[in-house]
């Protein structure tokens, strides 16, 4: 029983659909919304995705019943009791959260210019975490006795390896960081800066335990989506962190981009599906599944040196990119290169670049141009599709230049400026 009615067994949230590019089949996950950790992830032909009692097929964000045995095994369930109350969870946070938001250029918000100082850098060394198929990477930041700690996604549990938690990667990595700076480990580490790409699990699902143990908190600045509904339980509980911790809000989108953080996706607000909008206007878009082409790209650059994190953009988002100019142009000039959708083939742009003066054939070659090195999150075969050899072959004719962290017991250490890779 929840909120007074009877939870039906088959409904299910659906978290993603996901196209490898290679036969005719999509691999869709389900959560379930009786026991969090049941994950259905299988492949799935289009016709097989057609609903019962609905007209059209599943789509991502939607609650549906399922029936493995069923001829046609899914059915419309956002009218159901619980989906309903989760759309009224999501709206409530979404409407809460925006209270919260600041604006880009206030002073609490702007990157200390110390950290932006090309004559004197500041030392900075990415960590990123072995969470298995997921992302989370630490981001510090010390220039003098002042030091800063931003974070871009954080996953804690692989659904795809049997809910297998990572939460002793992640403190090892945080004990670590605490070592660099000479603190105490009872003194607390804050995190400044959080990034979320996307809603995806497998990029949100650590957010959680770092509120909890006050590593996020209401000094934090979130810069999060809240428009592209995924109104999943898990999702919720995340917000819901978030706003009991009264962080502070910034829209991750291309116009709020501030010396050292350089939004290159979306270019505006981004909704879902025409029932997600309140006070929509002309400036803003309606895209639709998948979420993955919601991700935020971005290139954070900083003593000098720069990253971009590319979320799990797949070939439409950077089809996207490149017509407005904000992708080639940046990709072509980054030391460092987070590879989109776990090295899927489907996060592979295959399109021909546009208003970029070297004549590069398409993102990826512009983004292997520069890069020293390009980090890999995810683990190999977690999908059908990833690893894609196609990506990786990208980089492999330079030896160490391609990182992956499930190589990494617990992390790996890239020091910004000397390009030194350790595997910890």
């Given amino acids: 029983m ?3 009615f009877v939870m039906p067994k ?7 659909i996901y196209s490898p590019l290679e036969g005719n089949e999509l691999v869709v996950t389900l959560l379930s919304t ?12 289009l016709e097989r995705l057609q609903m019962h009692n609905h007209r059209g097929s599943i789509r991502e964000g939607w609650y549906v019943y399922y029936n493995e045995g069923n001829k046609i095994p899914f059915g419309y369930g956002n009218l159901s009791a619980y989906a309903r109350q989760q759309f009224r969870n999501y709206y409530e946070l979404r409407e809460n959260l925006a209270e919260r938001m600041i604006d880009p250029r206030s002073e609490e918000a702007m990157v200390p210019k110390a950290f932006l100082d090309e004559k004197n850098p500041a030392q900075i060394i990415s960590y990123h975490v072995n969470v298995g198929h ?7 930041i010390v220039a003098g006795n002042f030091y800063q700690l931003w974070l871009v996604d954080c996953s804690i549990f ?3 390896d049997h809910w297998r938690s990572y939460q002793a990667n992640i403190n090892d990595c945080l004990k670590a960081i605490k070592q660099r700076l000479g603190l105490k480990q009872q003194q607390q580490l804050h995190i400044e800066r959080f990034f979320l790409t996307h809603a995806h699990h497998d990029h949100y699902s650590g957010v959680e335990f770092l509120v909890n143990n006050h590593f996020i908190d209401d000094r934090t600045i979130c810069y999060v989506n809240l428009y592209y509904q995924m109104a999943t339980k898990a ?12 962080v502070k809000i910034v829209e991750p989108i291309s116009g709020n981009s501030i010396n050292g953080i350089q939004f290159l996706h979306p270019e505006c607000r981004l909704y879902r599906s ?3 909008v309140k006070g929509f206007t002309g400036s803003h878009r309606i895209v639709g599944a998948p979420i993955n082409n919601s991700s935020v790209v971005m290139m954070i650059r900083l003593g000098g040196r720069s990253m971009v994190f590319t979320g799990d953009l797949e070939q439409k988002g950077f089809e996207k990119m490149s017509g407005a100019g904000t992708c080639s142009n940046y990709l072509f000039l980054a030391d460092y290169y987070a590879v989109s959708h776990h090295g899927s083939i489907n996060g592979h742009p295959t399109m021909a670049c546009k208003h970029v003066t070297q004549p590069m054939p398409t993102p990826l070659v512009c983004a292997t141009h520069g890069t020293l090195r390009a980090i890999l999150m995810g683990r190999d075969g977690a999908y059908s599709g990833i690893y ?17 962290t499930e190589n990494a017991q617990h992390y790996v250490e890239l020091e910004w400026g000397t390009d030194v890779v350790r595997y910890i």
């Fill in 274 to 276: 025409k029932a997600t």
């Fill in 388 to 404: 894609s050899p196609v990506v990786t072959g990208y980089w492999s004719g330079v030896p160490n230049r391609l990182v992956k």
């Fill in 2 to 4: 929840v909120h007074g």
């Fill in 34 to 45: 009786v026991n969090e950790e049941d994950v259905v992830i299988r492949p799935f032909s």
């Fill in 158 to 160: 692989d659904k795809t």
């Fill in 134 to 140: 997921g992302n989370c990477s630490f981001i510090l």
């Fill in 235 to 246: 999702y919720n509980k995340m917000l819901a962190a978030l706003n009991n911790a009264g």
């Fill in 10 to 16: 088959n409904l299910f949230f659906v978290e993603s």
